[in-house]
């Protein structure tokens, strides 16, 4: 009878484990979620992929999961998505503003075949203000009176009589003014007020303009530079008041007819002494206050002042024509 083997049995080989395990690969760490959401949203939304990635490789750092190419992958494209769109947004407001102004410079203006020139509006029949003359304002302004000047009455002025008869006497001619009291009675009180204190004798017509679309002399500024004035300032009236202040119409020209006594002025509500007198049909934007017309026999004065044309040979400038304002005196 055969032995039996020794307890336990014989060794294992050289080298075989006595109990088996499994050394395989471990298994893949999982991918952030939110990196994937980022490298999508960053083509959808940018802003929203840039937010995600930005969470994620805060996830991606604490947890050790895979991603982070992804989540970097998403901010690069969102934050360039970004900067493209607002690129895009700036250059179109500009174009849009751009193309806005020069809609605005043809608003109102259409081609006249007839005339080969521009057909542009009539000045707007008057609709009297309820306000009107009720609380006529002026303010000093910071430059200095360029000759002494009293302000004129201020609150409530007459608008009757209707017209105001007055003689401008020139150094080329005698030019008859109706001054409209009825539409723009603030200016005509801030007119006299001054034609009667002699603030206007003696003064030179500064400024000629014989261009195809104005003709005008411009006249009130004692010191002749074109940016003297009385000292005080008002507001627009006629045909300035038939319009709202935010109307485009206001930057639109409009006919001023030869005839037309007006003011000038550096802007809307910045009335003073200067006017100009319209010897030809006229294209300005209804900023400039009407209140007068001018009569047959001072026509006639300005058309030889602006027969004699421009100093300089131009279309604007001083008149070649020494032209003196004598004296304003109400009839």
Known sequence: MTAPPPYGGPPPPYGYPAQQHSYGYPPPRQTNTLAVAA????????????????VSLSQIKKTGEEGRGLAIAGLVIGY???????L???????????LGRELERFDGAVPDGATGGLAVDELPKFDRPATLGSNCQYPR?????S?????????????????????????????????????????????????????FDDTPCHRLTTAVHLGVLQCGDPSGTGIGGPGYQFPNEYPTNQYRLSDPALRSPVRYPRGTLAMANAGVGTNGSQFFLVYEDSQLPPTYTVFGT????????????????????????????DVVVESIRLD
């Open 39 to 54: 490298l999508v949203c960053a083509f959808v939304f940018a802003p929203l992929g840039i937010v995600f990635g930005h």
């Open 294 to 321: 001018i009569d047959q026999t001072g026509l006639a004065t300005l058309d030889k002042i602006a027969a004699e044309g421009v100093a300089d040979g131009g279309e604007d400038g001083k008149p070649v024509a």
């Open 80 to 86: 360039l998505v970004s900067v493209l769109t607002v």
């Open 88 to 98: 895009v947004v700036v250059i179109s407001v500009v174009f849009l503003a751009a």
């Open 141 to 145: 302004t910071a430059e200095p009176s």
């Open 147 to 199: 000759k002494p000047a009293k302000l004129p009455r201020t609150g409530r002025v007459p608008t009757d009589p209707a017209l105001v008869s007055a003689s401008m006497t020139t150094s080329k001619g005698d030019i008859g003014l109706q001054l409209d009291n009825a539409k723009a009675p603030c200016t005509v009180n801030s007119f006299a007020n001054l034609a009667q204190q002699g603030f």
